[in-house]
């Protein structure tokens, strides 16, 4: 499995980012998928997952209500939508994917990672 994220930037505070993963390697369908972020000197934080087949979401208490996360099955690629982003927003945004239908919110539960993008909000 390869991801490639992108999409990534510099926003200003209540600004919108809509960042890309593009997945490649094997059937994405039967991947559940998630957004991970890492600001320095912090561990690596859950942002949201999709499952595979259902596409059943969750997301963490700090994007609730301000991040959706999406996948376009024909194109092979994960989205996350960022609106009204904040400063603590500001983070190495990754892309990562775990075979079956499955949920997870911590790094382990996932085996493939991207390289991840890079987002900056200024206040």
């Known amino acids: 499995v390869r991801l490639v994220e992108s999409g990534g930037g510099s926003v200003q505070a209540g600004g919108s980012l809509r960042l890309s993963c593009l997945f490649s390697?094997?059937?994405?369908?039967?991947?559940?998928m998630a957004w991970f972020r890492q600001a320095p000197g912090q561990e690596r934080q859950f942002v949201s997952y999709?499952?595979?087949?259902?596409?059943?979401?969750g997301y963490g208490d700090s994007v609730k209500g301000r991040f959706t996360i999406s996948r376009d099955n024909a194109k092979n690629t994960l989205y996350l939508q960022m609106d009204n982003v904040k400063a603590d927003d500001s983070a190495l945004y990754f892309c990562a994917a775990k075979g079956g239908y499955g949920t997870g919110r911590q790094p382990d539960n996932f085996d493939n990672w991207g390289q991840g993008t890079q987002v900056s909000v200024s206040s």
């Open positions: 999709i499952t595979a087949i259902t596409s059943s979401t």
């Open positions: 390697g094997r059937n994405f369908n039967y991947y559940t």
